[in-house]
Structures are given as structure tokens and as C-alpha cells.
């Protein structure tokens, strides 16, 4: 058993912004299934919103975030996000991230940061490295944490269960205690323990067939504090992302919604806008109104995809604009300063998540969560485009002083060894199609019966297979020696049962959850979706 201060799970911008505060105050581990840059926050594209311009103002990204939440945001939090962003920008920059400043003006004499748009937002003010801010962040972020000697980096390991007082038999009170993680090399589980673990472990993409996601968003951490008993909120709440580029060797490449805020128009197979039908804004409407517009577009016309077109637009400006978008779509042979790109929408982010405070302390004593992971209140029921990094931050900070702060009740109230891990010896490769089968089922299942449109009818169907999936998950989990691929198709059997759940307790739609069954907002649901494992 190895003991650390702070235990973070994940290393995107959530957890390495932690790592870095954390280490002010002691012994910091960051545990992370892949390499260690690998990470949702890699691959964002559009940038970091923050209120940086003399043309606007706190209280109108308060009001995009909340008109695009749909009436569920936490008014709050959602203030008090937006006004400690520019603070954590400075620092992100300190750091050494580097946005993209515009070209000096006549007579100026100091730069300022350029400022991308996005839908929803009714101003420009997002932060951006070209179309490339994740990898911008995380590559800062990354260079940071390795020389820091407080911090140890856990790289190829996998968080398996949190340990908790429960757990252990206890029946007066609960706590999270440690984490069981699995060093993937070796086979071995390690043991850590720590009065402060913090997830900060990423979204579930992958539980879809079509996400923008990489391979690492399972949702582990979502699934490990739902079986810790740990409240979880407003799982319904899927974000698709409108525009992702349909190609039969793309795999799911983002086109960024800034090149909407630069003009891009949509399209059909005739060249035709129809955004002009389903919302005023049009191409900048809220994400989950563009997602349902194509959607219907498509099931309209029986096309497959529909196109985004930036042709219009200065080629020498796309290309320094988009370098990344236009280099990778001109792989696949489209040169977007010439040709429309075929789009389809694919799973981007959940909003939901374990419900936490505004400092990310979650309903399980000694457990926190920031990120993608939490559900502040931040978003609703559907994110404004690139707040989840502006959260991701902000939540990081206020978590450490928290934690920093927070007295440790006496250790004579829980074991201070706690107990290594029993695992099963056996094996048997033949089963493991079984795996592979059950994980491809899941995410097809979740995209034709739980995805943009939605009714009780499918829901219910999806229900009913995902829990003969989940008990033939869980007899594999006793029986055999456990795997990276085993552990992570349990959490997406977990993740995929919560997400339908959610949806089948609300009886309206609303932002993203849209269901034809109930297809008006209801006032009687104008709350969270709170599951809880007795
Ligand atoms: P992540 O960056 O996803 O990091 C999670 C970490 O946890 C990873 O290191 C992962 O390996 C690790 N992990 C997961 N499970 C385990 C486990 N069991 N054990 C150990 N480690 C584990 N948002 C914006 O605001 N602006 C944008 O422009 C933007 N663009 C995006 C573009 C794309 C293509 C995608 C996919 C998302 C985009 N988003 C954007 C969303 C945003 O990138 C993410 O919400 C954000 O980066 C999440 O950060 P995070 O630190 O919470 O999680
Ligand atoms: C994008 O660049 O379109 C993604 C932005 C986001 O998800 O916030």
C-alpha cells in the first residue's frame, strides 16, 4: 500500500492543473490508463471561453451559458465559473500556454488575445491556439508537472474502484479511503490510500458507436463513484457535436464549431442552407439545436451526411486559421478553401456526471470531482461551447483550497491499512470475443436507441439489454483476471445504464435530451435527474 497526500485520477487539464496546486501542499500521485498526454483535453480544438474584451461582460456569457442550459443551470455557479475565469486564464498562461494574439493595430503597442466564436456565444471571447488548444494546454501543462518532485506520474494505470468505509463493512458512516489501480505492464494492483482522491477522469464518449472522443473516455470514473454510492446527476444530458467529418477512414475527427464562427455555412447534397428552418441564429444556434437540425436533415433526405463550407472564406486565412482541420481533411482529399466537408454529429460530451459542489466535493466524504467527470451545474442540460475547459480550470483551483484547507478527521475512525487485492488467476482467451462483441453491442445499442431523438419505447429496450449485458459483465468480472478492456467494458455497461435511466425519469425534452414521446419542456421537470445506489 503506498499512501499520497492527494490521489488525482486522470491527467488532462482537470487533474495536471490540480497536480500543480496540489504539490504546494504535499505528496501528489496522478494516476492515468494511457500515456500520459492522452486525454479528451488533447484533442480540443475551438479554445477556452473567458470574458477578456472591452465588448463584453460577465453577465452576458452568464446568459449564453444559461439560455443554453435550458433552464437547469445552477445560476451560481454558473457566475461564479464565468468570473474566475479570467484569473485561471492568466495562470494557464504563466504556465506557458500560448493563444493566439491579434496582429498589433496602428499606433498600439500591446497585442491582444484573438477571439473566436462559437454558437451560442453572443460575443466573441473564446481563447484559442489555432485549432489546436487542447494539445497548446495539455503540452504546458505536461511540461510543468514533470519537473515538479512533489508530483509522481502513475502512467499505464488504470484506477479499478475507490475503496470506501462501506466497502470495508462499515455501517455507521461512509468515506472514500484509496483506490485499487492496475499497473498494466505488470498485471499487478496497487493499493493506494489517501484522504483526498479526486477524480478527474474524463467523459464517456466511447459509449457511443460515432464520438469525437478518444479511446481513453470510458467513463471509469463516473462508474467508479457510482458503484462507491456517490450521487450522480443528469446523465440524459449527452452532448452531440454537430459537425464531426464523415469519412470511412477518419475514425471521428472534430471540424471545430469556430469554423462556423468564421462563417462556415451548412449545407445539403444540393447545396442548399437549411439551418434558416430550424433556428434564427442559424449556424451559431446552440449545439443541440444544430445536432437535432441535421439530424432531421438527414432523415429528410436519406442522406448520409451533410456538408459544412468555408470555401467563400480568404484560402491563406482558413489554412493559418485551421491548420490542423485543413491538413487532416486534406488527407482524405478535401481541400476545405475548395470543398463543402461532409459532416455527420457524433457524441462529444456528458454534462452530467457526479454531482458535486462548487468546489468539486462530491456526496462521499474524501472524494472529489472535476471536469468532464462533475456535475457542477454549470451546463444544464446542454454546455456552451468551450465552457467544459473554462470549468475544468476553475473547478481544479477551488478544489485544491478546499482540500488544502479541509482538517482531516482522526484516523482512529477507519482502518489505516487497507486491504490488498484478491484477484482471479483465471483466464480463458476464447472469451475474450465475448468482450469485444458485448463492447461493439453497447455502443451500437446506445446509438440507435439512446442518441439525438429519443422515445420511451427504445429507451425501454435498451434498458432491458443492457441489464442482461451488465450481468454477464459482472459474472466475467469475478471469474476471470482482470484487464484493461474487462474493466472498461464494465464502466460502459455501468455509464450506458445510467445514461438511460436518466433519460426514462424525464418525462419532457429538454436541451439535449429530446424524446418524442414528450416532445414540450414540462415545468415538473425543471430539476436534476439524481440516481444513487442504495
Ligand atoms: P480529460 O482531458 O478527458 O482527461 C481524463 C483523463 O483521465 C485522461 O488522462 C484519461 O486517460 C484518464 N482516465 C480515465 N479513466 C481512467 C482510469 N480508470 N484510470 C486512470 N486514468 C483514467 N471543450 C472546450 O471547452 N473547448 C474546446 O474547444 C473543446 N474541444 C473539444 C474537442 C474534442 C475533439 C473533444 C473530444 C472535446 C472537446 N472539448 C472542448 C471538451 C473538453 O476537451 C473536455 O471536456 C475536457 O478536456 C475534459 O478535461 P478533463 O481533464 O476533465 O478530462
Ligand atoms: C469545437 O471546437 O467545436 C469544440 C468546442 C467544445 O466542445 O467546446
Redesign the pocket.
Known amino acids: 500500500m503506498k499512501r499520497f497526500d492527494f490521489v488525482i ?9 490540480l497536480a500543480l496546486k496540489a504539490a504546494r501542499h504535499g505528496t501528489v500521485a496522478i ?4 500515456a ?14 473567458c470574458v477578456t474584451s472591452a465588448e463584453d461582460s460577465f453577465e452576458l456569457h452568464v446568459a449564453d451559458t444559461l439560455d443554453a442550459g435550458a433552464g437547469l443551470c445552477d445560476e451560481d455557479v454558473v457566475r461564479s465559473i464565468v468570473t474566475d475565469g479570467p484569473a485561471r486564464i492568466r495562470e494557464l498562461i504563466e504556465a506557458g500556454v500560448h493563444f493566439d494574439e491579434r496582429e498589433l493595430e496602428q499606433g498600439a503597442s500591446v497585442a491582444e488575445l484573438d477571439l473566436g466564436r ?1 454558437g451560442g456565444h453572443s460575443r466573441r471571447r ?1 481563447l ?1 491556439s489555432r485549432d489546436v ?2 494539445r497548446e494546454i ?1 503540452e504546458a501543462l505536461l511540461r510543468a508537472v514533470g519537473v515538479n518532485p512533489e508530483i509522481v506520474m502513475l502512467e499505464n ?4 474502484d475507490l475503496i470506501t468505509l462501506r466497502k470495508l463493512g462499515h455501517v455507521s458512516a461512509d468515506r472514500c479511503l484509496g483506490v485499487y ?1 492496475l499497473d498494466e505492464a505488470s498485471g499487478n494492483v496497487l493499493t493506494l490510500r489517501s484522504d483526498r482522491i479526486v477524480l ?4 464517456c ?1 466511447k459509449v457511443y458507436l460515432y ?4 479511446a ?6 463516473l462508474a ?1 463513484a457510482w458503484r462507491a454510492g456517490a450521487r450522480i446527476a443528469n446523465m440524459e444530458f449527452i452532448q452531440f ?1 454537430p459537425t464531426c467529418l464523415y469519412h470511412p477512414d477518419a475514425g ?1 475527427f ?1 471540424v ?3 469554423v462556423r464562427g468564421e462563417g462556415a455555412r451548412l449545407i445539403d447534397a444540393k447545396g442548399l442552407q437549411f439551418m434558416a428552418k430550424y433556428d434564427p441564429r442559424l449556424e451559431l444556434a446552440p449545439r443541440d439545436i444544430v445536432a437535432r437540425a441535421i439530424d432531421a436533415e438527414m432523415k429528410r433526405t436519406g442522406a448520409k451526411c451533410v456538408y459544412l463550407d468555408i470555401s467563400h472564406k480568404p484560402a491563406e486565412f482558413v489554412r493559418s486559421r485551421f491548420p490542423n482541420i485543413y491538413e487532416t481533411c486534406l488527407k482524405y482529399g478535401i481541400d476545405i478553401t475548395r470543398d463543402p466537408i461532409p459532416v455527420v454529429p457524433a457524441a ?2 456528458q454534462c452530467g456526471g457526479v454531482l458535486t459542489d462548487a468546489n468539486g466535493s462530491s456526496s462521499l466524504a474524501g472524494l472529489s470531482a ?5 456535475c457542477t451545474g454549470l451546463h444544464g442540460a446542454n454546455r456552451l ?8 480550470v476553475v473547478l481544479a483551483h477551488r478544489c485544491c483550497e478546499i482540500l488544502a484547507a479541509q482538517s482531516v478527521p482522526s484516523e482512529s475512525a477507519w482502518p489505516v491499512e487497507l486491504p490488498e487485492w484478491v484477484s482471479s488467476e483465471m483466464h480463458d482467451v476464447d472469451e475474450l470475443v465475448v468482450i469485444y462483441h458485448n463492447w461493439d453491442e453497447i455502443r451500437r445499442l446506445m446509438w440507435d436507441y439512446v442518441g439525438i431523438v429519443r422515445t420511451t419505447k427504445r429507451l425501454q429496450r435498451a434498458a432491458t439489454r443492457l441489464r442482461n449485458l451488465q450481468s454477464e459483465i459482472q459474472e466475467f468480472y469475478w471469474n476471470f483476471k482482470i484487464t484493461t478492456d474487462l ?2 467494458l464494465r ?1 460502459l455497461a455501468t455509464v450506458a445504464g445510467l445514461i438511460v435511466d436518466c433519460a426514462l425519469l424525464r418525462k419532457e425534452s429538454r436541451g439535449l435530451h429530446f424524446t418524442l414521446d414528450y416532445p414540450g419542456t414540462n415545468e415538473r421537470f425543471r430539476r436534476n435527474t439524481i440516481v444513487q445506489l442504495n
Open positions: 485520477i486522470g491527467s488532462g487539464i482537470a487533474g495536471l492543473s494516476v492515468t490508463k494511457g500520459r498526454a492522452e486525454s479528451n483535453t488533447r484533442y480540443a480544438q475551438g479554445g477556452i471561453a462559437e473564446i484559442h488548444t487542447g495539455e494505470h488504470i484506477a479499478i489501480v478527474a477522469s474524463g467523459g464518449g464520438t469525437t472522443n478518444p481513453v473516455a470510458t467513463g471509469d470514473g467508479m457535436h471521428s472534430l471545430s464549431e469556430a462529444h460530451y472535476i471536469g468532464e467527470v462533475a461551447a468551450s465552457n467544459s475547459l473554462l470549468e475544468a474493466l472498461e464502466n
